[in-house]
């Protein structure tokens, strides 16, 4: 066991306990446990909005997969930060204006059917919880490196305390651990980016030339098709990427946690900014991993290359590096998966339990307490199909959540918001062929079956040929929400949508024409 590591992970236990003790005394409603009474300011919310999304995808599998598989890997970096672009020109905004606590709150604006959150509701579930397993995942590999406790116990121990800060602390807790996380993590980052800087002697040139003979790729080490030697497999991965975050439940919600949609854009900006500068450093975490930890070191502590980053910090800075690091990465991994856990349940009881079981007349009391009983039991369910998938990279695993939320979610949100013609039978359709497509490409791909042992869960012929489901899934979704739009215009029922023109002046100004 390292003493220090294991210090490091007690004291950010019990700061973030700490905090979500403090948040817990703010919760007197149920919009402050739902979006922090909508209280926060923008660099307040950007930093938080930076903080859910620098996950362990970012921090530890997009560090391994560039220390494995190269330029490939940095395919991850690019695709998390150009989407932030779509949600800043087109979601960011609108969504507020729209919105209350989640995304089903936005659809319902428009269309005013009950169906219509049971299905946003069911996609926000299950989307949270795709996201959630991968975070289990770099959080069982990481507690059992440093502390030698197996991968099952390392789970359930990491699954226990986000139901913690959930249950107690709502997004006030939520928030603020994501907040001091992010700065945690940018800090540790740019240390070993210096540190790796250092090594080549502050020479990008330097760098890329040692590269070309550091790793056993050799000079495919810098050019892509290590990892996706097909095209079409690259393309598929990088249109979920780039359109996945503005289908991403938990992300949607923190637009809620401001007052206006003029601090939501700016926190987007600020979010944008903390994140860009991140990802160019996952160059160096990658690249320095390559060289100074070496690829079987980095496969001997985990196969799918999820310790890279904090074995590149015990090889430079000693065990105090590795320490730190390793407790940022478990900061890391708490926060977002508080974040992802919170999104759910506050889907499962603000829509399903609220609006469609107790026909919108539950009291903000209830609505609370059932977010809590929520908690627990999709903590439960992603805690055992973590389980199932304890040898992917997390990286990959977080990819596929955006694929199902660019399939399942983005469709919706962009037909409601710029097409006059959308109606309630299209966005059911684009909700369920998006979410139907993308996991079930998933369920006959090569990560569930392969011919090789050990390279997938099962042993067989893959029915679909790409790693992830966008390419295919994506496209459905739109398609299915026109043509569910234009086969159902006639027989739509129009008294339980609202005017477009309404939508389009309520989306842009934030002014209820209705009232």
Known sequence: MNTAAFSMFLVIVAFTLMITYWASKKNKSASDFYTAGGGLTGWQNGMAIAGDYMSAASFLGIAGTIALAGFDGFFYSIGFLVAYLVVLFLVAEPLRNLGKYTFADMIAVRFNAKKIRGFAAFNTITISIFYMIAQLVGAGALIKLLLGIDFTTSVIIV??????????????ATSWVQIIKAVLLMAGTFVISIIVLYKFNFSITAMYDQMKTATPLKDAFLNPGVKYKNGLDTLSLTMGLVLGTAGLPHILVRFFTVRDAKTARSSVVYATWIIGIFYVMTIFLGFGAAAFVGNSDIIAADKAGNMAAPLLAQA???NMLFAFISAVAFATILAVVAGLVLTAASAFSHDFYNHILKKGKATEKQQ?????YASIGISVLSIVLALF?????????????FAVAASANLPVILYTIYWKKFNTNGAIWAMVVGLVTSIGLVIVGPNVFSPVAGKAMFIGEPLYPYTTPGIISIPLGFIAGYVGTLVTRKSANQDDQV???????RSNTGMDTTM
């Open 316 to 318: 430079l800075g000693g």
């Open 499 to 505: 005017s477009y023109d309404e939508i389009l002046v």
């Open 389 to 401: 998938a304890r040898n992917l990279n997390v990286a990959f695993l977080v990819s596929l959540a």
């Open 368 to 372: 609370v307490s059932m977010a809590r």
């Open 159 to 172: 699954g226990v305390l986000m139901t913690v800060y959930v249950i107690f602390g709502g997004m006030h």
